[in-house]
């Protein structure tokens, strides 16, 4: 914990002394940052635009892990049915997220509703991916155990199958939510007109870094809080029944 | 059809049931087997390892229906099973993976069945904490939590050290005589049958046929040492004959 607070002072005195040499406009330094941060926060644009890109994020994630949750077990349960989506899916993963977000927003036209969906089809299939694995290797001997005592299909469900699929939705999970905050920038830069990818937008017009980096930073911030507090508790707690490693 | 009172419990037919071998052929591990359980009662099927018995286990538990052949289970049977291995949920306490598989029963009656299992203890604990012995008690105890009137045991004491698999057994022995529960115990162990059951199934030849069955007159605490002794002496005698 310590070393990582120095690397990341050092990181922070890097960037000073890089300021320092260069030109104030390209690269200006930290208090110059801090000083838009809180001019922007004063008027309250930052919490706006940064509230505007999470409410983004949430609905694009539920949406792409409830979906593809769903249709992971679907296709790693049934062969029939992997074999029909597995085209449609090696599709989706190649399809470049630009032609998607492109897409989204030519057919729906400039609308959140384009922009969500666009960020969560760009998710999707990765879930898919990731819980379908998990759901290939669910062990058949507790299945029939389930099926011999008779279980209702919600105790399979949440005592049986969600246990043995929650690494792989965790591992969904963690690399969702990266890949997730990232491509909604982009996908508010192109038609969206608030949210920090906007303002991230309208900061590369003017050529004002340090109104790029005062919204990149805090939103990086907050995207690195979520994953510590809420996605790695999340992953020590569906695993603690395993034994601990001496 | 049976008669009313007809004591039977199960009865089961397999005309034939072969698994598909990885050379494309087929290897038949079962053929005109036939098979009755009288109610209330504990029947040991003994036999050596790979001939088949997990395998009937399975078709009588309704796990595999790919055979030819029939099960015959009065209606509303409540079958409790102990698998060859523990099978239990690792992601929930001992006290969970019993009330999940008995819903219904009180959580009184499932400590005290723990205890005398010998697992009162570790009710709270997870099943990767505990030995092999404690994880075979939690199952026995899973499989009688439900109340069942048919319970079938797949080799449940194997691999436990002779004390503890001797005191597990009796306790099970004391518990299902005194609920009267019918038990299809699968061992390959002929002492722990003389010492159990009320009636053994000797399991031989391939495709497997029942080759003996022997009536227990004195079952357990009734049994005498000298009775235990002819008894063996009895399915020695059968096992003799049939093996080639
Ligand atoms: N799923 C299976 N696929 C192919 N062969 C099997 C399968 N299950 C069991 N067998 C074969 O059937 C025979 C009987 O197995 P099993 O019923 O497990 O024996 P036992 O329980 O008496 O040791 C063995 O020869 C085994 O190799
Ligand atoms: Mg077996």
Not at chain 1, 41 to 66: D, E, G
Not at chain 1, 109 to 134: C, M, S
Not at chain 2, 128 to 141: D, F, I, N, P, T
Not at chain 2, 165 to 190: F, G, K, P, W
């Amino acid at each position: 914990m310590l070393l990582r607070l120095l690397s990341l002072l050092l990181l922070i005195a890097l960037w000073q002394a890089a300021s320092m040499v260069a030109a104030s406009r390209l690269l200006p330094p930290p208090l110059a940052v801090l000083a838009v941060i809180g001019r922007e926060a004063h008027s309250h644009a930052l919490y706006f635009n940064l509230a505007t890109t999470l409410a983004r994020v949430a609905v694009a994630f539920t949406l792409a892990m409830l979906l593809g949750t769903i249709f992971g077990i679907w296709m790693g349960r049934s062969a029939t049915f992997n074999r029909l989506g597995d085209p449609w899916l090696v599709i989706l993963l190649n399809l470049p997220a630009l032609v998607i977000i492109v897409l989204a927003y030519v057919w729906l036209g400039l609308t959140d509703v384009a922009a969500v969906l666009a960020v969560a089809l760009n998710k999707f299939p990765n879930t898919v991916v990731t819980i379908r694995e998990g759901a290939r290797a669910l062990d058949p001997g507790l299945e029939e155990m389930a099926t011999v005592f008779a279980m209702p299909w919600q105790t399979r469900f949440k005592h049986v199958m969600l246990p043995q699929l929650a690494p792989y939705i965790a591992a969904a999970t963690r690399a969702g939510l990266s890949l997730v905050w990232k491509i909604v920038l982009v996908v508010e830069l192109m038609g969206r007109s608030n949210g920090v990818g906007f303002e991230i937008g309208s900061a590369f017009q003017l050529f004002d870094v340090a109104l790029l980096l005062a919204y990149a930073l805090p939103f990086v911030g907050i995207m690195l809080a979520i994953e510590t507090f809420l996605v790695q508790p999340f992953e020590r707690h569906v695993s603690r029944w395993r034994p601990k490693a001496a | 059809m049976s008669p009313v009172g007809d004591p039977k419990q199960l009865e089961v037919f397999v005309r034939r049931k072969a698994f598909h071998a990885a050379n494309g052929g087929q290897r038949e591990v079962l053929r005109d087997f036939s098979l009755t359980l009288e109610a209330g009662k504990i029947h040991a099927l003994v036999g050596p390892s790979g001939y088949g018995k997990t395998t009937l286990l399975r078709i009588i538990i309704g796990l595999d229906r790919d055979f030819e052949g029939w099960v015959r289970l009065p209606p509303e049977t409540k079958i409790g099973v102990v698998f060859q291995e523990p099978r239990l949920l690792p992601w929930r306490s001992v006290l969970d993976n019993l009330k999940l598989a008995a819903p219904l029963a009180a959580v009184e009656d499932l400590t005290k069945l723990a205890d005398d299992l010998g697992i009162g203890d570790h009710l709270h604990n997870f099943p990767g904490e505990l030995s092999l012995g404690q994880a075979r008690g939690v199952a026995l105890a899973r499989a009688l939590a439900i109340a069942p009137n048919l319970l079938v045991l797949d080799e449940p004491f194997v691999s436990l050290d002779e004390a503890l698999a001797r005191r597990l057994a009796s306790e099970v022995a004391m518990l299902v005589e005194r609920r009267l529960v019918t038990t299809l115990l699968v061992t390959h162990d002929i002492d722990e049958a003389i010492r159990l059951a009320d009636h053994i199934l000797l399991l031989g030849r391939r495709p497997a046929e029942i080759v003996g069955n022997i009536d227990v007159t004195l079952p357990r605490r009734a049994m005498t040492a000298d009775y235990a002794a002819k008894t063996k002496a009895q399915i020695g005698a059968i096992l003799a004959e049939t093996s080639v």
